[in-house]
């Protein structure tokens, strides 16, 4: 694996049972944290000159140590870091049921080991639980990038916001690896209105002059797009402020109520009754 350097042997030679200590320097690669470790074998090797005999009949024996070798074990840490985003390009607000956001799913490998099993996304919110986000070999410093999309319930609406967190993990020798957890906020934009729709009852004839009950029927929308939660109150100039329906009332939902009025002498004078109701 790498190159030794030893130093010279002594002037007198290196008696039996004397040693000299080499030394070597090796750089650690990923493949080595990958592995857990490295193992390095080595031998050692001389060459001189010795009587001539049977066993070194030319006079120059070659003689090779048996392999030892030495394992450094590698302190494998691995981690993730997850980045939750909404998306570039994506609506960052939501107003309507039908409003979709997307998610942006960021893991980045920040241990030191090549991941070994597919990266996965676990968020509740968004019903994701074992997501599938990227494959195995992310190498430390990478990153792989999945999403989702989002819509909105009324629930969220009525809240104002939605407020999402996800974790990321994977498999490592036998050991889940989770990272912590990250969270992404849209907001909610809401618009609350009514709108009420005033009328005299039809099935009450008049015949307009002095103590005639005039009846009016009410009817409220919920033209917004929150919930209303409390009771609605219609004002009218000539009846005055009542309640007309209590909640909840959804978007686009109806209540409604009736009133009347008693006409006066002055109403017979004027020709006609004019109210107006809010």
Same mark, same amino acid.
């Given at each position: 694996?790498?190159?030794?350097?030893?130093?010279?042997?002594?002037?007198?030679?290196?008696?039996?049972?004397?040693?000299?200590?080499?030394?070597?320097?090796?750089?650690?690669?990923?493949?080595?944290?990958?592995?857990?470790?490295?193992?390095?074998?080595?031998?050692?090797?001389?060459?001189?000159? #010795?009587?001539?005999?049977?066993?070194?009949?030319?006079?120059?024996?070659? #003689?090779?140590?048996?392999?030892?070798?030495?394992?450094?074990?590698?302190?494998?840490?691995?981690?993730?870091?997850?980045?939750?985003? #909404?998306?570039?390009?994506?609506?960052?607000?939501?107003?309507?049921?039908?409003?979709?956001?997307? *998610?942006?799913?960021?893991?980045?490998?920040?241990?030191?080991?090549?991941?070994?099993?597919?990266?996965?996304?676990?968020?509740?919110?968004?019903?994701?639980?074992?997501?599938?986000?990227?494959?195995?070999?992310?190498?430390?410093?990478?990153?792989?990038?999945?999403?989702?999309?989002?819509?909105?319930?009324?629930?969220?609406?009525?809240?104002?916001? *939605?407020?999402?967190?996800?974790?990321?993990?994977?498999?490592?020798?036998?050991?889940?690896?989770?990272?912590?957890?990250?969270?992404?906020?849209?907001?909610?934009?809401?618009?609350?209105?009514?709108?009420?729709?005033?009328?005299?009852?039809?099935?009450?004839?008049?015949?307009?002059?002095?103590?005639?009950?005039?009846?009016?029927?009410?009817?409220?929308?919920?033209?917004?797009?929150?919930?209303?939660?409390?009771?609605?109150?219609?004002?009218?100039?000539?009846?005055?402020?009542?309640?007309?329906?209590?909640?909840?009332?959804?978007?686009?939902?109806?209540?409604?109520?009736?009133?009347?009025?008693?006409?006066?002498?002055?109403?017979?004078?004027?020709?006609? #009754?004019?109210?107006?109701?809010?």
């Amino acid at each position: 694996r790498t190159t030794v350097s030893c130093p010279a042997v002594p002037s007198g030679g290196l008696a039996p049972s004397a040693f000299i200590d080499c030394t070597a320097s090796y750089t650690v690669t990923q493949m080595d944290l990958d592995d857990a470790g490295v193992t390095n074998i080595a031998t050692a090797s001389v060459s001189q000159p #010795v009587v001539s005999s049977a066993t070194y009949p030319s006079g120059l024996a070659s #003689v090779t140590s048996a392999p030892d070798s030495v394992t450094v074990p590698a302190a494998q840490m691995p981690m993730l870091e997850l980045d939750k985003r #909404v998306k570039d390009g994506s609506a960052s607000t939501f107003a309507s049921t039908s409003d979709m956001v997307t *998610f942006e799913f960021v893991v980045t490998n920040t241990g030191n080991v090549t991941t070994t099993s597919p990266i996965l996304i676990n968020d509740a919110d968004l019903g994701l639980s074992g997501f599938a986000c990227g494959p195995a070999g992310i190498a430390p410093g990478a990153s792989v990038t999945c999403e989702a999309t989002w819509q909105p319930s009324q629930d969220d609406i009525n809240n104002g916001a *939605f407020t999402n967190t996800a974790s990321a993990e994977t498999t490592f020798d036998g050991s889940v690896v989770t990272s912590p957890d990250d969270s992404a906020t849209v907001q909610a934009i809401q618009n609350p209105g009514l709108t009420v729709t005033k009328m005299v009852d039809p099935n009450v004839p008049l015949a307009f002059s002095a103590g005639e009950t005039v009846s009016y029927d009410y009817v409220v929308m919920n033209s917004g797009n929150e919930t209303i939660f409390d009771p609605i109150s219609v004002s009218d100039n000539l009846i005055g402020t009542f309640v007309c329906g209590a909640g909840p009332l959804l978007p686009g939902e109806m209540t409604g109520c009736a009133m009347s009025y008693t006409i006066s002498v002055d109403d017979v004078r004027l020709g006609s #009754v004019t109210n107006i109701a809010s």
